[in-house]
């Protein structure tokens, strides 16, 4: 797969990950950066070594990243799953994963040879667009984009709640007069724009 399919890819795993873990806030951002970068580690440990699909494909790399998870969780969560979104998005390529490698250097796949996907091809570009696809509603889920939206009248609600016809509130004001040497109380109720209503309560000390 291409770069900026495996990006895509590392960047969703993460953010589902996330969204099972709850890391949301400035830690979501800062993981959805590190996701991007270990997304593309493969390819740039495989560049260091000068063998292709080799030591940067392997799956003792995940060791070394979920020690990541001790000093920060969320680091670690990003750095692990946008690794294993590589892993799984090369094993169904046409020259497979040597996940095993050193102790062996087959190459493991998932899919048929026909079914498997070629770097570069349009099934590649297609891939990239079918996760980017899955992406943009995720991230906008997961940031919350999608708990405010405006309605109809320029106001603000929650999105995917029902909305009901809320009542129209009129300001009153209360007077309370006490007349102390009588048991009743008597309570008056001014409306504003309306004709005052006049309620007593009897016994009441």
């Given at each position: ?155 603000v609600a929650a999105a995917g709640v029902n909305q009901t016809n809320q009542s129209t509130f009129k300001q009153v004001n209360v007077n ?30």
């Amino acid at each position: 797969m291409r770069f900026y399919t495996h990006i895509t890819a590392g960047i969703l795993f993460f953010v589902l990950f996330a969204y099972i873990f709850d890391i949301r806030d400035m830690q979501l951002y800062v993981g959805i950066l590190i996701a991007a970068l270990i997304s593309v580690l493969p390819d740039i440990i495989d560049r260091i070594t000068e063998k292709h699909r080799g030591m940067g494909h392997s799956l003792i790399i995940l060791f070394p990243l979920g020690l990541l998870m001790v000093g920060n969780f969320e680091i670690g969560v990003a750095a692990v799953s946008a690794f294993i979104s590589h892993i799984v998005f090369d094993i169904i390529t046409v020259r497979g994963c040597p996940l095993l490698y050193p102790l062996t250097k087959t190459n493991y796949v998932a899919l048929s040879k026909k079914r498997r996907i070629k770097t570069g091809t349009k099934q590649d570009k297609a891939v990239f667009c079918f996760l980017i696809i899955l992406l943009i509603p995720s991230l906008l889920l997961i940031t919350g984009a999608f708990t405010i939206l405006p309605n109809g009248n320029g106001s603000v609600a929650a999105a995917g709640v029902n909305q009901t016809n809320q009542s129209t509130f009129k300001q009153v004001n209360v007077n309370i007069n006490i007349d102390e040497n009588t048991k009743n109380k008597k309570i008056t109720i001014e409306k504003v724009n309306e004709n005052t209503t006049t309620i007593t309560i009897e016994d009441i000390t």
